[in-house]
């Protein structure tokens, strides 16, 4: 829970300058997807780990973000399919900083390489002590938009 409130604050910040509140919207899906998606596949499905790594790669989260952008009216899914990849790749930026015991968990060659990288920043248990920081950072930066008069269409 509180690493979605990290990534879905990174996503706010991101998605802030958007006019359209509906491509905002669907930012936010996709910066949560990569999460939902590994942990759908590995305790819904009962799938094995290494099934569930693609999840977490670049291009990987290509045709999971197809299929759900086929979710999506035809006017609007080359929109939705931009929006959904862009919140997984945002997702994949915050992981990155991540500690992992030092072997990282994103491939960011895959198909063709399954070498991962972590930088190492932070360790997964420390999430929630990143909560109050996200919260600031959402509360600020909404803070900031409406002071600056901007404030973005509603979904
Ligand atoms: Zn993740």
């Known amino acids: 829970m509180a690493d979605l409130l990290v990534h879905f604050a990174s996503a706010f910040v991101a998605g802030r300058p958007l006019q359209d509140g509906r491509v905002r919207s669907i930012l936010y899906v996709g910066v949560c997807l990569p999460d939902l998606l590994f942990k759908l596949l590995l305790y819904g499905g009962g799938a094995p780990t290494w099934?569930?790594?693609?999840t977490h790669t670049p291009l990987g989260l290509i045709p999971f973000c197809y299929v759900g952008a086929l979710l999506f009216e035809e006017?609007?899914?080359?929109?939705?399919?931009?929006?959904?990849?862009?919140?997984?790749?945002?997702?994949?930026?915050v992981d990155l900083g991540k500690n992992y015991m030092g072997n990282g968990v994103i491939a960011w060659g895959f198909p063709f390489s399954m070498q991962t990288v972590e930088l190492g920043w932070y360790y997964p248990e420390d999430s929630p002590l990143m909560m109050l920081?996200?919260?600031?950072?959402?509360?600020?930066?909404?803070?900031?938009?409406?002071?600056?008069?901007?404030?973005?269409?509603?979904?």
């Open 51 to 54: 099934l569930c790594e693609p």
């Open 75 to 93: 006017a609007w899914r080359k929109r939705a399919f931009f929006a959904l990849l862009g919140g997984c790749w945002l997702h994949l930026l």
């Open 133 to 155: 920081p996200a919260l600031a950072l959402i509360a600020g930066v909404e803070l900031l938009g409406r002071l600056s008069g901007r404030r973005p269409a509603s979904p």
